[in-house]
């Protein structure tokens, strides 16, 4: 709970902070960032090293309860831990769906008693996810919801995702969509184009994402809520995110690693560690999203972490389960694929989720949890699936050589994760 974080380069892009600095930490706060000339403290030598905010995954799936045998609170806290995110937003498609305070609370106390990351929970917007009712919004907020989603349901009832958009006003929550017109996505696997021709399989059309955005920024603007985008993948979105920040709206959007990382080429072999949902794009696709990180049109990368057990992924294709895991390779592959600069990086990560979510922001000034992410950009180092911490294994990514890595994390001033060269 005590600790000196010295000779660290210091960035926090919500204070304007960006030089060589030492990071003084008292009872698990941040107490003063400058020079630490004390010495009752013990000494985490941070040299060569970036010291950033806790960086906050804002789309996770944990999967407890109901679904423990893929993953846990526990193991995803310590996933989460290990690629350097010292927070994360849980999605609300458990068993049952976090639809109500009982399930919320649940999910704070289980969070509290066994996981290193802090979790905040994201609520159901309708009553077990169905999309005809609103679920108990209000009675969440209060038991410690950041946020409501359906998941990767999406309300396809514009009137009640229009009422949902005006009951989180009240909160100042965001309303997280997973954008999906599934009349015209029914029954795809992966996107649909040339790839998707040759192996046989249905596609799902890039239009079947850009339609429901189109309909959601419509109500965005028409009720003023705060809408966000969760797990973004063609090009129109970003143009069409791009255009709504332009007149003003307060709509944010995510992307992930791998629709940054990966095309439809990677579902060539019938990979079922490619299958997601949206699924992999075009290489034209990847390369607006890729625009739009960097000139601000996306607010952050989140890792839509998706565990699922072996037998689950070993299924056929066409019945295989949407979703990889990501936690432990998020940071590492946005290091090695998008060469930002450092203080864009700590935005998409850490300041830019934490103003996404309905939490209380914390960052290098005196009084704040002192929750730090140190990054090592130039540690080269290999992903190797079976060492993960979590209880499941489906990444398309073992086996990648990477450059750059989260090297510890600091949660309430303790060393919760280390992994130094």
């Known amino acids: 709970m005590n600790l000196l974080v010295k000779n660290g380069r210091v960035v926090d892009p919500a204070l304007n902070i960006d030089r060589i600095a030492d990071v003084i930490i008292r009872d698990g706060m941040i107490h003063s960032v400058g020079d630490g000339s004390v010495s009752d403290l013990p000494v ?55 639809d109500n ?59 009640l995702f229009r009422r949902a958009l005006e009951y989180a006003l009240t909160f100042d929550m965001p309303v997280i969509q997973h954008c999906e017109d599934v009349d015209l996505s029914k029954g795809g696997v992966m996107h649909e184009g040339m790839y998707s021709t040759r192996l046989g399989l249905k596609g799902i059309p ?31 979105a970003v143009d069409m995110v791009r255009e709504a920040k332009a007149r003003g709206l307060r709509v944010s959007a995510e992307v992930t690693p791998h629709h940054f990382t990966l095309t439809d080429a990677a579902v060539a072999d019938y990979d079922t560690n490619a299958k997601m949902n949206p699924p992999l794009r075009s290489a034209d696709d990847v390369a607006a999203l890729i625009e739009g990180i960097k000139d601000g049109t996306i607010d952050a990368i989140a890792s839509d972490h998706a565990p699922h057990h072996v037998n689950l992924k070993m299924l056929e294709f066409d019945r295989a389960p949407f979703g990889i895991t990501g936690l432990e390779t998020a940071v590492a592959l946005a290091l090695t694929r998008l060469q930002l600069p450092v203080r864009r990086f700590v935005e998409l990560f850490s300041t830019n989720p934490q103003k996404v979510m309905k939490v209380k922001p914390w960052g290098l000034f005196n009084g704040s949890p002192a929750d730090l992410t140190v ?47």
């Open 44 to 98: 985490f030598d941070a040299s060569g090293l970036i010291v950033a905010p806790g960086f906050f995954d804002i789309h996770v799936h944990l999967r407890e309860p109901g679904t423990e045998e893929a993953e846990t609170i526990a193991t995803g806290g310590n996933a989460a831990v290990a690629g350097g995110f010292t927070a994360v937003a849980a999605m609300p498609n458990t068993k049952p769906p976090n």
């Open 206 to 236: 890039a239009a079947a994402e850009e339609a429901m955005v189109s309909r959601d920024l419509i109500l965005a603007h028409m009720t003023r809520g705060k809408y966000h985008i969760a797990h973004l993948s063609t090009g129109r």
């Open 375 to 421: 990054l090592d950009l130039k540690r080269n180092w290999t992903f190797e699936v079976n060492q993960s911490r979590s209880l499941s294994r489906n990444s398309p990514f073992h086996g990648w050589h990477l450059t750059g890595k989260a090297v510890a994390t600091i949660v309430g001033g303790k060393v919760v994760y280390e992994d130094r060269a």
């Open 101 to 159: 305070p009982s399930i919320t609370h649940y999910i704070v106390a289980e969070a509290r008693r066994s996981s290193p990351a802090r979790v905040f929970p994201i609520g159901a917007i309708t009553k077990e996810q169905k999309g005809e009712t609103l679920a108990e919004i209000g009675e969440m907020f209060e038991a410690g919801i950041v946020g409501i989603s359906d998941d990767g349901k999406p309300v396809m009832n514009a009137q």
